[in-house]
């Protein structure tokens, strides 16, 4: 699960992880109040205005201004929020605003020179390690970091049997080049942003930039926490950070019918059973001239009705010329899934686009009988290759 950058800082904050002195606003108005909030409690004369969107590249898009005055936080207020903010990871159609995030200026003046550094932390699954990530080359774009100047990104692995230790965390530093008060802020940083990680059960942190002030001091300039899904019921107070304006609709209907969904940009509509089945399904597609849609798993306990959601959302997206079923009845019974068709195409109107289904395993005799003697126009097929080959015939 996604949540904000406001909502990943307040949970880093509880961590001892510093954060700029930040509020959140949903109006020019409340822009101005927290400005001098803000003001009153660091001194500063310098605001950053930040939009409040799941994507990454706000800055590059305009969703990121530094006001140096009180009317440019309102200025800036008004143009951010009711935006379509584009980014690279927006896609072409972009998001609207609909909050801004009013910050502390952290570039202020001090006897060191200010330095911006990339982290995060993730699962290793190779090793079964977290590990954190972390570069000289923060504010950038770390595959670019990654793909021209490798030896800047440097590794350390966690043992999970003990956590992360203080000297990791100094070799931290040390790699980065800091030294004096800077050494020892970054040390406490980097143990207290993995305790955080391990804690909270998150699947992704992302500081970029960590920011090192003029002061030594170092600070989460930015923050993207994502949360394991799996773990939230062990959080449930963080189950209320999701924001359901902020994902795909149809992803919503999709997780409230337990089924896993993710919309795609092709023309042939995919409902499998199990995430290998459906990468391999997707590439059969892609190599059969088609494109997949989207990404449908029904999972292991899949029922007519289940299947019958499956249709309709899939179908929501105009995009869809076609729909390809393909099970591999190992829990799941072909019959059941069959009988989903059935009642999806009998129960969904004007559905009238072509199905190709593809039916192994468990039942898959009786699955097949129940749609051949249904009387509908589904194709049938045995062989992946085979149901390929008819995706390829009704969409070229």
Not at 68 to 77: N, P
Not at 128 to 145: A, F, H, P
Not at 154 to 163: N, Q
Not at 260 to 265: G, R
């Amino acid at each position: 699960m996604n949540i904000h950058e406001y909502q990943g800082k307040e949970i880093l904050k509880k961590f001892g992880v510093r954060v700029p002195e930040g509020l959140l606003c949903h109006t020019p108005e409340q822009a101005i109040e927290a400005a001098k909030k803000i003001a009153a409690l660091t001194d500063t004369t310098v605001w950053a205005v930040k939009a409040q969107i799941h994507a990454g590249g706000r800055g590059k898009g305009g969703g990121v201004k530094i006001a140096k005055s009180l009317s440019e936080v309102k200025k800036f207020a008004q143009e951010i929020i009711g935006m379509n903010l584009v980014t690279h990871q927006t896609g072409p159609e972009g998001k609207n605003v609909q909050k801004i995030l009013v910050e502390q200026g952290i570039y202020y003046a001090g006897p060191e020179e200010v330095k911006e550094f990339y982290m995060s932390i993730l699962l290793n699954r190779q090793t079964k390690r977290n590990i954190i990530m972390y570069s000289t080359e923060g504010g950038m774009d770390i595959e670019q970091v990654a793909d021209k100047t490798p030896h800047l990104i440097f590794k350390e692995e966690i043992d999970p049997s003990v956590g992360i230790q203080a000297f990791q965390a100094r070799r931290v530093a040390f790699n980065l080049g800091l030294s004096g008060i800077s050494f020892k802020e970054m040390t406490a940083f980097t143990i207290a942003l993995y305790k955080a990680y391990d804690a909270i059960d998150a699947s992704l942190f992302e500081i970029n930039p960590v920011f090192k002030a003029a002061d030594g001091k170092i600070f989460a300039a930015d923050s993207k926490v994502n949360l394991d899904d799996n773990a939230l019921y062990r959080h449930k107070n963080y189950a209320d950070l999701r924001d359901l304006n902020e994902e795909e609709p149809l992803e919503i209907k999709a997780s409230q019918n337990n089924l896993n969904y993710i919309k795609l940009d092709g023309n042939v509509g995919c409902m499998v059973n199990g995430a290998g089945l459906a990468m391999a399904t997707m590439d059969m597609i892609k190599l059969s001239g088609g494109s997949p849609a989207n990404f449908l798993d029904v999972g292991g306990t899949a029922s007519a009705k289940t299947v019958e959601a499956g249709f309709r959302i899939i179908l929501e997206d105009p995009n869809v010329k076609a729909i390809l079923v393909n099970i591999f009845g190992g829990i799941v019974r072909c019959d059941r899934v069959a009988q989903g068709i059935v009642d999806a195409y009998k129960n969904i109107d004007h559905l009238n686009i072509p199905i190709i289904v593809r039916l192994q395993g468990t039942n898959a005799e009786d699955g097949k009988k129940l749609i051949d003697q249904s009387g509908l126009k589904v194709f049938s097929a045995i062989h992946l290759e085979e149901a390929a080959q008819i995706v390829k015939e009704v969409v070229s």
